[in-house]
């Protein structure tokens, strides 16, 4: 998946997020570049219309975008992951569709 809902997977990166940073889902896209909230906010609303999974898609890009966009998904993953556990342990609610890993064409 590209991307979906206006959002594009291949869009370098907010310019304030951070690789470790906890605080990064609630950040906002303020410079047009992917951030950790718009993955989740795909992720939601894929499962909304009956998807469960799927994987970011990256069409060729430049070195920079590859730097900058990577780690995003793989702390959108991370922190889905642990929120699904989280919610598991109290109501066995979905969140989200599963974010199952990157292709890079």
Request: glycine residues 8%; negative net charge.
């Amino acid at each position: 998946l590209n991307g979906a809902y206006g959002i594009d997977f291949s869009n370098g990166g907010c310019e304030d997020d951070d690789d470790d940073d906890s605080d990064a889902i609630d950040k906002s896209n303020n410079n047009g570049g992917l951030c950790i909230h718009d993955i989740f906010q795909v992720a939601t609303s894929l499962c909304q219309s009956g998807v469960t999974s799927f994987c970011p898609t990256m069409v060729s890009s430049s070195r920079d975008t590859y730097r900058r966009v990577l780690p995003l998904i793989r702390n959108a993953r991370r922190q889905q992951q642990q929120q699904l556990q989280q919610q598991q342990q109290r109501d066995n609610t979905k969140i989200g569709a599963n974010i199952l890993g990157m292709h890079l064409e």
